[in-house]
T-cell receptor, first 115, second 112 residues
């Protein structure tokens, strides 16, 4: 089966610019996650969707980050304006129904460098 | 808040040697614990998970982990390392809100 698709693979921007990442989860997966993985740290959950509704966005810096999942399938994560500390790998993951015991399938991530 | 600590950001072993990656958790209630592996330029893959059944959990690719409540540990082991095991390994714990909390990762290098 096809995995979780993410694009772009790499992105380099200057601070204060905006950037958007795209994720296409595995077909039929209701739950979609965005994680931020800063170099030397483990992934940190930014936002979790169940279908097209937000389940948890408590860790999302809402003053600059936004995410949407229209029609409960693809999702985009946007940063505007970007800061130097946003440099990280942004991982998208999906699962059938959600819940920590569900197996998560991760994409390869988008590596963002903010200069 | 729940957390995991992975001791050693880098571990190097020779091919055929024992792999031991350490993970300690902090939790006031019985946790769910996980090990994920991340190969270069790939996403994370689930190796194994502990859900309060058997304390010795077997995963994919010959890895296993033992839950030791007395030591609050969930170390990952493999009897004989293979070159293809070179990757980054993450221990994770679920919190009360059903979210995964990841450790900082251990990079495993395997030398021929």
């Amino acid at each position: 089966e096809a995995g979780v698709a993410q694009s772009p693979r790499y992105k380099i921007i200057e601070k204060r610019q905006s950037v958007a990442f795209w994720c296409n989860p595995i077909s039929g997966h209701a739950t979609l996650y965005w994680y931020q993985q800063i170099l030397g740290q483990g992934p940190k959950l930014l936002i979790q969707f169940q279908n097209n509704g937000v389940v948890d966005d408590s860790q999302l810096p809402k003053d600059r980050f936004s995410a949407e999942r229209l029609k409960g399938v693809d999702s985009t994560l946007k940063i505007q304006p970007a800061k130097l500390e946003d440099s990280a790998v942004y991982l998208c993951a999906s699962s059938l129904e959600g819940g920590v015991l569900e197996k998560l399938f991760f994409g390869s991530g988008t590596q963002l460098s903010v200069l | 808040a729940q957390s995991v600590t992975q001791l050693g950001s880098h571990v190097s072993v020779s091919e055929g040697a024992l792999v031991l990656l350490r993970c300690n958790y902090s939790s006031s209630v019985p946790p769910y614990l996980f090990w994920y592996v991340q190969y270069p330029n790939q996403g994370l893959q689930l190796l194994l998970k502990y859900t309060s059944a058997a304390t010795l959990v077997k995963g994919i690719n010959g890895f296993e982990a033992e839950f030791k409540k007395s030591e609050t540990s969930f170390h990952l082991t493999k009897p004989s390392a293979h070159m293809s095991d070179a990757a980054e390994y993450f221990c994770a714990v679920s919190d009360v809100n059903d979210k995964l909390i990841f450790g900082t990762g251990t990079r495993l290098q395997v030398f021929p």
